[in-house]
């Protein structure tokens, strides 16, 4: 089912958040690493991987979930964690280290927890998975509300946790998503290289449930066939597994020469913009008219311009507190 005017508006804003919040990350992180890359440097230390074009996935599926729902993600997190409703400012602190951060900026920006919504991400591609089904574990053992989500790559489908936890997920019927995101990458390798299979979706008839793939990089779609698995988890009729089509218009991360990619492949995906694409749309149907969408991108850059001069002014963990928190 479509979704009404007020969830479409939410998308695009969150889409929209999400985009300049990325832009924003990527002019930051250069400030300090030049003229020699020094990752280390900069108020952003460390590596970073941008979302950039892979927004429609994110605000398909959590326009669907609730704070009670866990959601795992991974090295590329920030539109997932954006859509989800993980406290901005502390995920801002996080990625510049600081102490205010989601992890009192130990983690940086691969590994923002924040436990009020349920949601966590790892540098360790599939990762999420065994912990995303152990949650639904728990919701079915105590008969709690709320369903769990994995989102990986697809090139992380082919780590053996997640052929692991689908098998389990699977067979003890769980109240659990997986969403494929499908950038046609793993780092420089192609899926065509390193996958056996054109589509993922067609791995779930290897667990016995239902499987499906989105095409277009399409919120609406991709809302709608969340809709649908969400709602199998919510029944206790069980796991879904959905792969995505979806394109990452930055490189892998952020340094990333792209050799492996033409610069006709990178344009044709820069005129499928779904931002551009989502907004036109919007007015077509005068669900929002272009002065409206003109306020949310003026809108939504004044809260990440907030939280950024925020998060540089936020202040270090001191030295002597590197031992806390932390297995010693
Ligand atoms: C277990 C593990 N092996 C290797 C890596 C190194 N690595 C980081 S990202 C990546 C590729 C991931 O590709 P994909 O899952 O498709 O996600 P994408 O980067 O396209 O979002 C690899 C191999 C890792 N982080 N974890």
Sequence with gaps: MKPDASVQKWMYETMVKSRQFEEKTAAVYLEGKQPLFNMANGPIPGEMHLSNGQEPVAVGVCAHLRPEDAVTATHRPHHIAIAKGVNFQAMTDEIFGKKSGLSGGRGGHMHLFDAA????????????????????LARQMRDEEGIAVAFIGEGAANQGAFHEAMNLAAVWKLPFVCVIEDNSWGISVAKRDATSVPRNDVRAAGYGIPGEYVEGNDPLKIYEAA?????????????????????????????????????????????????????????????????????????????????????????????????EKVFV
């Design 117 to 136: 919504v349920n949601f966590v991400c790892s540098g360790i591609i599939a990762e999420g998975m065994g912990p995303a089904v152990g949650v639904a």
């Design 227 to 323: 809709g649908r698995a969400i709602a199998r988890a919510r029944a206790g009729e069980g796991p879904s597994l959905l792969e995505v089509e979806t394109y990452r218009l930055a490189g892998h991360f952020m340094g990333d020469a792209e050799e492996y990619r033409t610069a006709e492949e990178k344009k044709s995906l820069e005129a499928n913009d779904p931002i551009p694409k989502m907004r036109a749309r919007l007015i077509e149907e005068a669900i929002i008219t272009a002065e409206a969408a003109d306020d949310i991108g003026i809108r939504m850059m004044a809260e990440v311009q907030e939280a950024f001069g925020r998060a540089a002014s936020a202040r270090y963990p001191a030295p002597e507190e590197a031992l």
